[in-house]
């Protein structure tokens, strides 16, 4: 459904069904004629009926077309206007027709009383509707048969290289391989034959006799090409949808499944008796104009379009140097083509407001049309539609607002000073870098616990019995722990006091006494074995002797874990830690517009409990604790102001300094006992570029999102931007504000 159908049906009056609009095509190959009837629905194309004939010379092309134009109209009471043309590449000459082909095409026009479309080379359409179709850009050979000649186009990724018609032998692949020779400036042929033009059973046996040749013997194949049959019909189909994408380029082929390409003309049976001829009262309006005057209105200079397509005047008058060239041009000729068909359409005549044109919705065309129908349909309704397309416009044109914002890049400006936070300070001093402080105090608990690293050992001392002897004339008593050493060095110690007998006057026997030892430290060391001798401290072995009587036994001992020294000061200090963090965190909560300096706060613990004690035995420990900080907090832009002083007079030209965008890093040099903070302050500022929002407004004012992307992208500083739009509308309609004051900059960092 066009624009004006969409308008005039939302209205409460004057609606009107959609439309459909029908076309013949005619498609002219070196030996036959291929005519369509088509139409386009909204964006659906279909192909309604097609017919073909033969045909013997340029005389004989306006019997043979009036002929096929009456087979595939048939009864429907429907009467084309336009007729648009698929014409052989030996009938162009860099895009235009030749003069002798253009003076038939216009006197064709006359005779049907037809209105042209534009004219199109085959080749070309062709390889327009295989990309369409495949979604990818064609590098193949198109070969076209026909009875006595085939026509031969080398086409990589959708540009033409150049076409051949050569006669058709007896040989397909011979007649193909001729005329490739001829593309000398071709190195590389593309390995994809397509073929088309005949009847499936005789591509059929074409294609077999193809893959038998020796392709490559003399040509320039990186590999044997492959060969492939395109569908029947493939070449009006392609001509209609190259019209159809002229008329909208987002047109889609809807196949028929009824019309197929027929026999020749001459075989087609006439309509019975009986049956009613096509009614010929509908004539419109527009046939009523003069051919002469259809002549004046077509542009004189062809234009080539993304389907190949050119905008001709085929009704133009023919210089007489181009009516002397011959009627026909020898098939074997080269007609070397190298067109660029990857341009856009062209878009319609735009209405304008200074350089801004309005989208294609407000095209001349589109109100020319809707004025002409609301004329027609009265006064009343030409008003209000007039009201409607300038209230439109004017609601186009005023109510769109946008918020542009701007990222930048900025420059980074680094500089780093003393200054003094003082609690008895009130106003800033700027030249003594002294700004007002405020003293603050908080008192925080918490616990935590860490692992015990301290080892020491444990165990029981060994025991047993020892007999000593008094080799003395008097008698010599022990006191309890008294010492007992052997030649080892392990020390033992008596368990009870022991009086030894002198040495007997008679017989010389030394005084003997038993008791009880243990040894002085842990450890399997002690467990002596019986009958080791030992010494007693304070007398020499003439005095007195020991000896161990049976093996010493119960001396154990093993290593185990306690908490040291060491790890009740790394505990304190670990949570003394956290609880600065929490002091810190909790003074800033307190005061959000002031800045504390972690590191500046002093503290007094006020409680201090472990559960266990040094040399514990535990694999783990806990420590409680509660401190009071106290600290002196500012207020950062006191800061910012000061060191932003030091910078203001190095912002580079083009740039200015924003204290939003700035950072400050303290650490503290020292913190008196009137809790005066002095710390070294580093000032980190990013500098903005200094953009002109008045020319950037004239720049983008009426531009698509991605056209101001790229405006702005473009612009020296501009990293990228956000684009937001309001009303939202359909994407073909969207674009900013023409009003300037109606655009929101905002410019910022990303």
Sequence with gaps: MGLLDKLTSILPFGKKEPQVEYFFALNISNEKLTAA?????????????????????????????????????????????????GVPDSWLVDDDLRGEYLKVLRNMIKDLELSPMAYVASSHALIHYLEKTEGVPTTAILVGFEAEHLTVSVVR??????????????????????????????ETLPSKILIYGLEEEKLEKIKNELHEFSWMQNLSFLHVPKIEILPS???????????????????????????????PASDLKEIKEGESEPSEEIEPAEKEESV??????????????????????????????????????????????????????????????GKFKLPAFFNISFVNKLIEKAK?????????????????????????????????????????????ADPKQKEIDREAKIIPGELVTTEVSGSDSIGATGSREIGDP????????????????????????????????????????????????????????????????????????????????????????????????????????????????????????????KLQEQLPDKKVIEESLSEDIIRRSYNKN?????????LNLTVRFRGTAFDENNLKQIVGDL????????????????????????????????????????????LNQDEIKNKIRGRTADEVAQILKEMEGILGSEIRMNPSLPSFLQRLPLIENNIQIEVGLK
């Design 233 to 263: 019909g493939v070449e009006i189909e392609s001509i209609c949808y190259a019209g159809g994408f002229e008329v909208n380029n987002e047109i889609v082929f809807v196949k028929n499944t009824k019309a197929q390409i027929t026999k």
């Design 462 to 585: 060994a025991k047993g019995t020892v007999v000593l002897r008094n080799k003395t004339d008097r008698e010599v008593t022990l006191s309890k722990g008294a010492v007992l050493t052997n030649t080892s060095g392990l020390k033992f110690n008596l368990d009870t006091s022991v009086s030894i007998a002198s040495r007997s006057a008679d017989d010389g026997t030394w005084g003997k006494s038993t008791t009880e030892v243990s040894a002085q430290s842990i450890g399997a060391d002690g467990n002596l074995p019986s009958g080791t001798d030992l010494s007693i401290a304070n007398y020499s072995s003439d005095q007195l002797v020991a000896k161990s009587e049976g093996n010493f036994s119960g001396g154990t001992s093993k290593e185990v874990t306690v908490v040291s020294a060491a790890d009740q000061e790394k505990l304190l200090a670990k949570v003394a830690a956290n609880l600065r963090t929490q002091a810190k965190d």
């Design 157 to 186: 990724a959708g540009r033409l290289d150049g076409t051949r018609v050569v006669g058709r032998g007896e040989n397909g692949g011979v007649d193909i391989e001729k005329a490739l020779l001829a593309f000398t400036n071709v």
């Design 647 to 690: 910078v203001t007079t190095e912002v580079p030209e083009g740039f200015e300094l924003s204290l939003e965008n700035t950072e400050t890093q303290s650490s503290v040099k020292d913190v008196e006992k009137d809790g005066k903070l002095i710390f070294s302050a580093k000032f980190r500022a990013k500098l903005i570029p200094k």
């Design 376 to 420: 027609a349909r009265g006064t009343i309704f030409f008003v209000v539609i007039v009201l409607i397309i300038f209230g439109i416009i004017g609601a186009y044109l005023l109510l769109p607002k946008a918020d542009v914002k701007i990222f930048v890049e900025p420059q980074i400006l680094e500089k780093e000073t003393q200054v003094i």
């Design 614 to 622: 040094v040399n514990d035995q535990a694999s783990e420990f806990t």
């Design 37 to 85: 009837l088509w139409n386009i629905d909204g964006s659906n194309l279909q192909i309604l009926e097609t017919a073909t004939d033969t045909y013997t010379s340029l005389q004989d092309l306006l019997r043979v077309t009036d002929s096929l134009l009456d087979k595939v109209l048939g009864v429907r009471e429907i009467e084309p206007e336009k007729i648009l043309f």
């Design 292 to 353: 002469e005057k259809k002549e004046m209105e077509e542009e004189s200079k062809p234009e080539l379009s993304a389907s190949g397509f050119v905008m001709g005047d085929i009704s133009e008058q023919i210089n007489e140097e181009e009516e002397k060239e011959n009627l026909v041009q020898p098939p074997d000729q080269p007609i070397t083509r190298h067109d660029d068909f990857s341009k856009e359409l062209a878009p319609p005549a735009q209405l304008s407001i």
